[in-house]
């Protein structure tokens, strides 16, 4: 089963995956759709308020928050799933994500700290859904001493879609377990 669906102007077909024995959720991977990526990148940046630098949890919004740093000719900070030898004064949080089994723990390096202090932030992510990993980026961001002033997302997931402090290109419903959309 598969959801076909208008992102950016561009169509995709979404394969459908079962998160329960009657829920389906459609499968949005990002990665290795380039002209997807440029596309989304575009337009969500038109709908961005004024920022110094975007934020996204390690792994699957790196390829948005790149090519929108990208475009906008500005920087960007990973949080990472693990603590690396490289990071200085690492501080994080726990994250239970949708897409994710367990907890998971995001961390931020102390000079990614000093990058967003007192800075515009701008929240990036490929889908909000639960919401849990955009809340475990803005414990970070507030942690660090930055501003968000933006959460945004090529797709807003089920109910997240409803949420009026994150901008977003497209609603994905979820599906019953035939493939019907439930919103």
């Known amino acids: 089963m598969e959801y076909k669906m208008k992102i950016a102007g561009l169509e995709r077909s979404l394969p459908l995956c079962p998160i329960s024995d ?9 990665f290795g759709d380039v002209e997807l990526t440029v596309a989304a990148s575009a337009e969500l ?10 934020i996204t949890a390690e792994s699957k919004g790196i390829p ?5 740093a990208r475009q906008a000719g500005e920087g ?14 690492p501080f994080s949080v726990h994250v239970k994500s949708i897409t994710t089994a367990g907890v998971q723990t ?3 390096d102390g000079n990614d700290k000093a990058r967003m202090e007192g800075k515009r932030v701008i929240i990036v992510d490929d889908v909000i859904s ?7 980026l803005e414990e970070l961001v507030t942690q660090a001493g930055g501003n968000i002033v933006a959460r945004m997302a090529i797709l807003a997931e089920g109910e997240a879609a409803e949420r009026r402090d994150i901008t977003y290109l497209e609603r994905l419903p979820l599906f019953d377990k035939d493939g019907h959309p439930l919103d």
């Open 130 to 136: 639960t919401g849990e990993s955009l809340r475990a």
């Open 45 to 54: 940046l038109k709908l961005a308020p004024e920022h110094d630098i975007l």
């Open 22 to 30: 009657e829920l389906n959720i459609g499968a949005f991977i990002i």
């Open 64 to 68: 948005l928050v790149y090519e929108m």
């Open 106 to 108: 995001l961390y931020l």
């Open 76 to 89: 960007y900070i990973i949080a990472r799933k693990a603590a690396k030898l490289y990071m200085r004064d």
